[in-house]
């Protein structure tokens, strides 16, 4: 099982930047993904979160309306469109899986990458 952030970078203040994860070995199109962030010295949150076939969303307080996630199961990959970004977005992001095995519930969670918000 692999989940591999990309598109985490260096941006000012305003600017946008899509986030992307690729899964690999389980089967995608049966699993809800989310995005969470973590700041230095504080716990990792939730940023947005997708059912497995895309029909319903959620997100944290402090993002809605800025940022968007959507997945395309074809390509199993899931998506952070982030908009408006603000030095309080800077932290690293990870991508997680959730969904149902065999022997039970299965979470899974990428590397993370980091987003960095200053002018």
């Known amino acids: 099982v692999q989940l591999v952030e990309s598109g985490g970078g260096l941006v000012q203040p305003g600017e946008s930047l899509r986030l992307s994860c690729a899964a690999s070995?389980?089967?995608?199109?049966?699993?809800?993904m989310s995005w969470y962030r973590q700041a230095p010295g504080k716990e990792r949150e939730l940023v947005a979160r997708?059912?497995?076939?895309?029909?319903?969303?959620n997100y944290g307080n402090s993002v809605k309306g800025r940022f968007t996630i959507s997945r395309d199961n074809a390509k199993n990959t899931v998506y952070l469109q982030m908009s408006s970004l603000k030095p309080e977005d800077t932290a690293v992001y990870f991508c997680?899986?959730?969904?149902?095995?065999?022997?039970?519930?299965?979470?899974?969670w990428g590397q993370g990458t980091q987003v960095t918000v200053s002018s």
């Open positions: 997708i059912t497995s076939g895309g029909g319903s969303t």
């Open positions: 997680n899986a959730q969904g149902q095995g065999l022997g039970g519930p299965r979470i899974f």
């Open positions: 070995g389980f089967t995608f199109s049966s699993y809800g």
